[in-house]
């Protein structure tokens, strides 16, 4: 039975659940967990294989469906039981606009109680599993990699962020693989290889990970080949070759159902039957086991290095410049002029723009600034996106926040005269959103990931900011990453929750490093003699834990606006 609701209501589909099971005669009993899946493209593939895995597995399936540029916000709902959700039962949320802000509690209030929770992200996988504002409540959070735009760069961003639960569907492909290899190796005499080799495709990530695999069990380097040229147009592993004194062992597939196993002294090969597994039996398998996969992520972690060194974020990139004006409004009308020029010039070659605003004195001067040199620019304000690097965890109207300090001067002016629609401006969450700290800081980065902020996590090649604007501090602090300050060392998630900041108020919301060094542009703003000494040292080399100011810079520029005290380091 299918029933579809428009408009509705978290509550209203809860209650319209529990009518259609009344009707049918079910209950929730025999469901072991709640599947949640974030669907961003065709919903009906891994539709089938929840229903497929919900014979072995009854569950709550909830489908995510989101679409953020819609016109109109809302939520319409989708559900399924009996014969068309197989064993468990199924809702599809298509969530429209701003609904997306508040997808934790519109899921919250469907979870079965006292059932593990499962997210799976088909697609299109987010920069770091568990801080994702849904992901951050299971137990387990399921990715596929392949099934990415780039799979080898979404890999790598999933080691810088992942934690014990993760698991991805590019490792899952391996475990008959491994099996097989497993027992292969096993056949005595055992020895251990002078050489691996893995055939395959570069670029997919089943491929690394099997030659990680092997690296990190057996401690020899595992060199990975283009497929022959005679060979089938296969995807993933093609063959596993273990060089051993005695000979080699070699594991081929030859079609779609076999492999063929070669071992030292047999050269005959005996055919193995290993079909390619298919979406059902994959999540058929994640859903069978719960508890974390931890040689995933050991393997993770010995097939991508991860940047300890936060510099690295900033190194390679143009030496700074600087820009000296008399006074602080006289920097604020030059960093307004040349963003706006800069964001005129990423929409004529993009089809968004993204800027980052600041707080501070020169920051917000900057702010009040910006709707004039915008509209002298030509920048359309229905295409640009406003983002905060930082913002005080106060209440929503409290003088302490950023974005109150700009609400009048940029934010009125550019929704009433200049066409910026109310789902650009991005403000970072106050307690009055019902979140705490890092919930609150997970749910930015996921804005950002849905926007496609994750750029950072796949690339030091591109950005996705086209101006960051920073405010730096007498200690040189820039958004809230402090001098030796812990929170400066968390880089595997987009936003972070700073308690104990050495500035007032304690808690605050930042961007990281990554993504505060995924820009085009930067622009520091600084005016006043009490931070000559910042300036200066931020003009030495790139050293973020004690001088924050020095690590950041913008692919294309990076600029420091400065007023003549500023520009004069103390003697």
């Known amino acids: 039975m299918i029933t579809t609701l428009t408009d509705t209501t978290a509550s209203a589909i809860d209650k319209q659940m529990i009518e259609m099971r009344e009707t049918f005669g079910e209950n929730t009993i025999g469901r072991v967990l709640t599947l949640i899946i974030i669907a961003t493209g065709d919903i009906e593939e891994p539709l089938e294989a929840a229903v497929a895995a919900s ?27 009996g014969r068309d959700a197989g064993a468990g039962e199924i809702v599809i949320l298509r969530a429209r606009g701003d609904v997306l802000w508040s997808l934790d509690t519109l899921v919250m209030a469907l979870l079965l109680p006292d059932a593990p929770i499962v997210t799976w992200w088909p697609e299109n996988a987010p920069s770091s599993p568990v801080h994702d504002v849904l992901g951050s409540m299971s137990q387990r959070r399921i990715t596929d990699s ?32 491994r099996g097989l290899v497993a027992s292969a190796y096993e056949v005595p005499p055992i020895s251990t290889p002078t050489k691996v080799q893995v055939s395959g495709s570069a670029e997919n990530p089943s491929v690394a990970l099997m030659a990680g695999w092997l ?26 070759r273990l060089v051993r004194e005695d000979g080699t062992i070699e594991l081929t597939r030859v079609d779609d159902d076999s492999i063929v196993m070669k071992l030292p002294g047999d050269d005959t090969g005996q055919h193995v039957t290993m079909p390619r597994r298919t979406l059902p039996e994959l999540i058929t398998e994640e859903l069978r086991r719960l ?86 620019a030509g920048v359309d304000c229905s295409r640009l996106h406003l983002w905060w690097g930082d913002e005080r965890y106060v209440d929503a109207d409290s003088s302490d926040r950023n974005e109150v300090g700009v609400r009048d001067a940029l ?38 990931d849905q926007m496609g902020g994750d750029e950072p996590f796949r690339t030091r090649g591109r950005a996705f900011f086209d101006v960051v604007l920073l405010g730096v501090g007498p200690d040189g602090h820039v958004a809230s990453l402090f001098p030796e300050h812990p929170g400066q060392r968390l880089v595997s998630t987009s936003a972070i929750g700073v308690t104990e900041s050495p500035k007032p108020p304690a808690e605050r919301i930042s961007l990281t490093w990554p993504v505060l060094n995924s820009s085009r542009h930067v622009a520091l703003l600084v005016a006043g003699a009490e931070k000559a ?24 520029s990076t600029t420091w606006y400065l007023d003549e005290t500023a520009a004069q380091p103390k003697g």
Request: charged letters at 25%; aromatic letters at 4%.
């Open 291 to 376: 508890d974390p996969d931890e040689v995933y992520g050991e393997v993770l972690a010995s097939t991508y290095s991860s940047i300890e060194d936060a510099a690295t974020f900033a190194t390679g990139k143009p030496e700074p410049r600087d820009v000296v004006e008399p006074d602080a409004e006289a920097v604020a009308a030059a960093a307004a002029s040349a963003t706006a020029a800069q964001l005129a010039a990423a929409q004529s070659e993009r089809t968004l723009a993204h800027l980052v605003l600041t707080g501070g004195t020169v920051g917000t001067l900057t702010a009040a600034a910006l709707p004039e040199a915008l509209v002298a």
């Open 146 to 177: 392949a099934a990415c735009s780039d799979p080898l760069g979404t890999l790598k961003r999933l080691r810088r962020g992942y934690a014990s639960g993760d698991s991805d569907f590019a490792w899952a492909r391996l475990t008959r693989w």
């Open 411 to 448: 934010l009125a002016p550019l929704r009433e005269t200049a066409d910026l629609p109310a789902r650009n401006i991005h403000v970072m969450p106050s307690p009055a959103d019902g979140m705490s700290l890092d919930d609150a800081a997970a749910w930015y980065g996921q804005q950002l």
């Open 215 to 240: 690296e990190h069990s057996l401690g020899v380097e595992a060199e990975v080949l283009p497929p022959l040229e005679h060979d089938a147009d296969f995807a993933g592993v093609h063959s596993v």
């Open 533 to 556: 000494d910042a300036v200066r040292a931020g003009h030495g080399e790139i050293d973020p834990w004690a001088v924050p100011a020095s690590a950041v810079r913008g692919l294309e």
């Open 55 to 81: 014979h072995e597995h009854p569950a709550r399936v909830i489908v995510v469906d989101a679409e953020p540029e819609a016109e109109n916000s809302g939520l319409d709902a989708e559900i399924r039981v």
